[in-house]
Structure formats: C-alpha cells, structure tokens
C-alpha cells in the first residue's frame, strides 16, 4: 500500500519547491498566510500519517485564523491574474500537501512521527495569535525565496 501511495504522489505531486511557488510577488501578509498554510498542511499531513488528533483540534481552535490566510492566498492568485483564484488556491494547496506527503514518504511512519514531535506539541497549543506570531517569524526568515511586492 505505501508503494502505491508513494507512486501516486511521485505521479501527481511536483516538488516541494515547486508547489510552494504561487507565483508573483509577495506582500508581507501573503507571506505570512503561505507559511501560516504551510504549517497547517504539514500538520495534517503528519497528524494523518501518525493517526494523531493534534490536527483536529489546531483545526477548530484556529478556524477563523486559518479562513482569513485563505482568503489572503487566494487573493493573492487573483492578483496575479488568475480568473478561477479559489480553484488555484486549492491545486496549490493539494500539491502541498502532495509533496510533503511524497516526502514523508521515504521514512518510516514510526522515524515520522518521532521526528514530528515538537511540531505536534507546537501545534496543540498554537491558538490564533500563536499561529500569527509564528508565521511572521517564518515569513521574516532568510530561507524566504519569495520577491517582495514594491521592491
């Protein structure tokens, strides 16, 4: 079954660096809602994977957060000319998720969910301004590859 899985996401799923390339430039709050939505997929790609409810309740607890950098990304491919933004917005995501699953699955689901640890941890106790707080940290990184609107 993981063979499977695995040939699938090989199949369907571009690389990591690719699926988050949405294109254009970024404003600081586009930047904030990719690494917000970033942190919210590989979340569910692991909480998935290690059959942990950590996702469901980060879910629950951050609904309104995680609608609004929803909405800030789809706004994003809207303003980089895309007719069908929403549709974007969900192939973009979909390949995220792909591609990160893709990646977690070269290791063992048991090596996984110990590496993920931390972010589990992390992430049951991230509320609204917590996930904020720690986008804007992502997004302000030097590994942020994304050109910057009005430069």
């Not at 996702?55 to 995680?66: H, M, P, V, W």
């Not at 979909?94 to 048991?110: C, E, R, Y």
């Not at 991230?126 to 430069?151: F, I, M, W």
């Amino acid at each position: 079954m993981k063979r499977i899985l695995i040939a699938v996401a090989v199949c369907l799923a571009p690389s990591l660096q690719t699926a988050l390339a949405a294109g254009g430039c970024y404003s600081a709050a586009d930047q904030e809602a990719e690494q917000a939505i970033l942190f919210q997929t590989n979340l569910m790609v692991v909480s998935s994977a290690c059959r942990d409810s950590t996702y469901g309740e980060f879910r629950a607890r951050n609904k309104d957060a995680i609608i609004r950098y929803q909405k800030i990304m789809i706004n994003h491919f809207r303003r980089e000319g895309y007719r069908d933004a929403q549709g974007r917005f969900d192939s973009w995501n979909t390949s995220l998720a792909n591609s990160l699953a893709l990646k977690q699955g070269a290791t063992p689901t048991a090596v996984v969910c110990q590496q993920s640890a931390n972010l589990l941890k992390m992430a049951s106790t991230l509320n609204p301004k917590g996930l904020h707080d720690y986008a804007v940290a992502q997004a302000a990184s030097p590994a942020e590859t994304h050109p910057r609107c009005g430069r």
